[in-house]
């Protein structure tokens, strides 16, 4: 099973809106509504943000927002801002009752 | 508060074994799978296998079939993973994490809720 393909990085202002994507197959992605998005800020364990596509779990801000098209899932961060800056990782289920990661996006807050 | 706390860091030999636990707090133990997922220094996630505590079914990545063993002990809420036939690239941070998978009122939810807080295994000789 290969890794979900991310972007290595992206970056933005205070206040600016940037957006991950998250590539995979019709074995994963495409498949299911199982795609989940974690951040991680250096140091620390991963944090569940996005789950399904697009709920948010409680407590994290309706800035981030998720969606999905075809074999390709997307986090949006709106109104971005320093504590946002952080290592973000797609999920999803697989057809083989496996998971696998994305390859991770650094978040850069200009 | 739902709390999965984790063994502390290993320093193995090549060759040797590892066992790391978790110890799940602040829910039904049994009522939800656990997961391992491992993180190289500076790499991505790595999805490893589940555990269902309540049955004690379990399911391997392809890539560690054979050297890799999840198990629990129901009377502590407490899940293991051992991973033997250890080579210096299995120097990772192990994190075991928490997964509803199939409820019968509400289907499938395969998502990470809680994560442990990490287990550093370094295998040098």
Known sequence: QSALTQPPSVSGSPGQSVTISCTGTSSDVGSYNRVS????????????????????????PDRFSGSKSGNTASLTISGLQAEDEADYYC????????????????VTVL | QVQLVQSG?????????????????GYTFTS???NWVRQAT????E?????????????????????????????ISTAYMELSSLRSEDTAV??????????????????????GQGTLVTVSS
Not at chain 1, 39 to 56: D, F, W
Not at chain 2, 42 to 45: A, I, M, T, V, W
């Open chain 1, 37 to 60: 998005w974690y951040q991680q800020p250096p140091g620390t364990a991963p944090k569940l943000m996005i789950y399904e596509v697009s709920n948010r779990p409680s407590g994290v």
């Open chain 1, 91 to 106: 999920s999803s289920y697989t057809s083989s009752s496996t998971y696998v990661f994305g390859t991770g996006t650094k």
């Open chain 2, 9 to 25: 860091a290993e320093v193995k030999k090549p060759g040797a074994s590892v066992k790391v636990s978790c110890k799940a707090s």
């Open chain 2, 32 to 34: 939800y799978d656990i």
């Open chain 2, 42 to 45: 500076g790499q991505g996630l």
């Open chain 2, 47 to 75: 999805w490893m296998g589940w555990m269902n505590p309540n049955s004690g079914n379990t399911g391997y990545a392809q890539k560690f079939q054979g050297r890799v063993t999840m198990t629990r002990n129901t009377s």
């Open chain 2, 94 to 115: 192990y994190y075991c994490a928490r997964v509803k998978g199939y409820d019968i009122l509400t289907g499938y939810h395969n998502y990470f809720d809680y994560w």
